[in-house]
């Protein structure tokens, strides 16, 4: 055979192409943030049925004084300046709640961004008037400051300071940075839901109160669970980003792990809340 004959086939080297990496540890992290986020989102949206259904309801029944079975001084005759915070308080949160999931769904922002951006300037702007509303009632109705206060204010000023870092971003264009300060605020903003879902779970786990008075509604688990509502999901927030922007396999893993928990503990809390507090009084 001479050099420009053909060779056989089988004696010719075989061409392999480089198999294509896949990210299996980046994507079980997607799958278990979305997982979470479609959990909590709807846990969310039941939190706002249930504030329409009964803060709306009896407010256009002209029965705010029904607040009272809920919120200790919801409703004050002859205090019209506390009943109007209060007000604006808890019809607000209802706004700032349903905004909220819809910022953070990615078909919603590719589809309609001018959608989005509307939304989200009244996200902020909601989200700062509940807050304020807030702090009036922590510090004018509540008769002075207590551990659990000090866990509230905590959360009112991570909240403006996310807020304020987001809408910061958003106009100087540094769209990546908006979106990790969105998520901030989107979870210090859910602060309140995480309290009566953190509260519910811990009843149905403990088949009654355990740790605080219910009574008097104090207590160290209150206490605890009021910082809680703040540094607990922002601290998972904050690992997730870092496992998922520069994190490792083990690191991306580990933190998946992490949301898959988190999404059973939500969703397990959403339910006790459901059963305990919002459809007992819709």
């Known amino acids: 055979m001479s050099a420009y004959e053909d060779r056989p086939v089988a004696s010719l080297p075989r061409l392999e192409l480089p198999a294509r990496r896949v990210d299996r540890a980046g994507t079980t992290l997607s799958a278990a943030a979305a997982a979470w986020f479609t959990v909590a989102a709807l846990g969310q949206w039941l939190f706002v049925v249930y504030i329409a259904g009964f803060y709306g309801r009896s407010l256009l029944a002209g029965r705010m004084r029904d607040w009272n079975q809920v919120l200790p001084e919801g409703h004050t005759p002859g205090d019209t300046l506390g009943n109007l915070m209060v007000m604006l308080h808890i019809l607000l949160a209802l706004v700032v709640t349903a905004a909220g999931t819809l910022q953070l769904v990615p078909a919603i922002r590719r589809r309609w961004p001018r959608f989005h951006r ?62 990790r300060w969105a998520l901030r605020l989107f979870v210090a903003a859910s602060g309140v839901w995480f309290f009566r879902i953190g509260l519910t779970f811990w009843l149905l786990v403990n088949q009654g109160p355990v740790g605080f008075d219910p009574e008097t509604f104090t207590g160290p688990f209150l206490v605890f669970l009021s910082f809680a509502q703040t540094l607990l999901p922002l601290a998972i927030l904050e690992l997730y980003l870092r496992a998922r922007d520069s994190g490792g396999p083990a690191a991306r893993w580990t933190v998946a792990a992490l949301l898959a928990l988190a999404t059973g503990v939500t969703a397990t809390g959403i339910f006790a809340a459901s059963l305990i507090l919002w459809l007992p009084r819709l």
Do not use: E, K, P, S
């Open 118 to 179: 509307w939304n989200g300037r009244i996200y902020l702007a909601t989200v700062v008037a509940v807050v304020l509303a807030g702090l009036y009632m922590v510090l004018a109705r509540d008769g002075g400051l207590r551990v659990m206060q000090f866990g509230i204010l905590l959360n009112a000023a991570v909240v403006l300071g996310c807020a304020a870092m987001a809408l910061r971003h958003a106009l100087a264009r540094r769209i990546d940075r908006h979106r």
